[in-house]
């Protein structure tokens, strides 16, 4: 079992794989007209899918932009909080900083790094998915399209078009809305299905997987 996880499903194989997208849940943006019932929602899950997601630079040696949108989700939801529409970017600290709620996402170094200089948070409790996959064996790293193969069975649709799209708009595209909320809920779909696929095993599996999957 471990040994399919560190495999890599090719381009073609995933093609013919049902989309991932049709979860059919709540997706809200975030401002300050709804943040506080955001956050309280939020505080109360045990885990959160996790990202962020900033305007693209083009022109070489610019400076990096900082976080645009970050978006969090439970199982049934998830909000993208619009850092530019939000006077008090602190509020978002109550979730980013919670030992107690577990935020799992793919490739977190750098989202993690922008929140620390950015919005002075101190992140804790994040699970990078990358890092379970590395302890499976794995060599190559771990995209969101790879990890929903893997796990999940399905495609996640990625497009270049809409990952380098304008995250600081006013108003996002619906496109840009599946895109970001996607990432989101698959991350924590795959955590809670690689819990569920791991639970049977704990006294086998490595100790440091169990703490990260939190079995």
């Not at 956050?39 to 400076?63: M, N």
């Not at 919670?98 to 935020?103: G, R, V």
């Not at 799209?165 to 599946?178: D, F, V, Y």
């Amino acid at each position: 079992m471990v040994k399919y996880y560190a495999g890599q499903i090719d381009k073609m194989a995933i093609a013919e794989l049902p989309n991932y997208e049709d979860h059919g849940r709540d997706v809200v943006l975030v401002d300050d007209e709804n943040i506080h019932h955001a956050i309280a929602d939020l505080l109360k899950q045990r885990y959160l899918g996790f990202d962020t997601e900033s305007k693209p630079v083009f022109q070489k040696g610019a400076a990096g932009s900082g976080i645009s949108i970050v978006q969090i989700s439970s199982v049934s939801c998830c909000y993208i909080f619009l850092l530019n529409s939000i006077a008090d970017s602190a509020l978002l600290g109550e979730v980013v900083n919670n030992q107690n709620i577990i935020k799992i996402g793919v490739g977190l170094k750098d989202d993690l790094s922008k929140l620390r200089g950015q919005c002075k948070f101190h992140p804790v409790a994040f699970v990078d998915l990358g890092t379970i996959f590395k302890t499976f064996g794995r060599r190559n790293s771990l995209g969101s399209k790879q990890l929903v193969a893997l796990v999940l069975q399905k495609k996640l649709r990625k497009s270049k078009s809409v990952t380098t799209s304008n995250w600081a708009a006013p108003t996002l595209t619906p496109m840009q809305i599946a895109y970001a909320s996607d990432d989101a809920f698959s991350s924590i779909d795959a955590y809670i299905k690689l819990r569920e696929v791991f639970f049977p095993y704990v006294a086998q599996l490595d100790r440091s997987v169990v703490r990260l999957l939190d079995l």
